[in-house]
């Protein structure tokens, strides 16, 4: 029997090692159970990523189409386009046919104002 505690648990390989074991079995340089004795896995282990494996890339195959790709636009990019043109639509075409903001109307008991550094009245009337 051989010693159970030399190999890994069940799905302890990384990705990089599961492709070179795929490779390897596909290419015909080694076999499930020499695979499975390398990598310290169960036959079962390997046995299942071959299959995994196959599956995956079929169905990768199968989505692929011969030809150019369609552009995909980005949705979020068509979104802010609208949204600039919403915005630059709102916006007057003559930059001086902007009004200028309500002026406030101050009190008339008001001297003056202060200066910001020393604090002397800058406007008497």
């Known amino acids: 029997m051989r010693n159970e505690s030399s190999r890994k648990t069940k799905g ?20 499930v159970s020499a695979a499975a004795e390398r990598a310290r896995v169960d036959r079962a ?3 299942k990523l071959k299959t995994v494996a196959r ?9 692929s189409r011969p030809g150019r790709r369609g552009k995909q636009r980005d949705i979020e990019l068509q979104e802010a386009c ?5 915005l ?18 101050r009190p008339s008991t008001q001297v003056g104002r202060d ?9 008497k009337s």
């Open 12 to 31: 302890c390989l990384t990705p990089q090692e599961e492709y070179e074991i795929w490779m390897q079995l596909v290419c015909g340089e080694t076999t």
């Open 88 to 105: 630059r639509a709102a916006l007057p075409t003559d930059p001086n046919s902007i009004e200028d903001e309500p002026v406030i109307d």
């Open 55 to 63: 599956d995956g890339a079929l169905r990768a195959l199968a989505a």
């Open 82 to 86: 609208a949204e600039a043109e919403r």
């Open 115 to 123: 200066c910001i550094r020393c604090g002397n009245d800058v406007l």
């Open 45 to 47: 282990t390997v046995a």
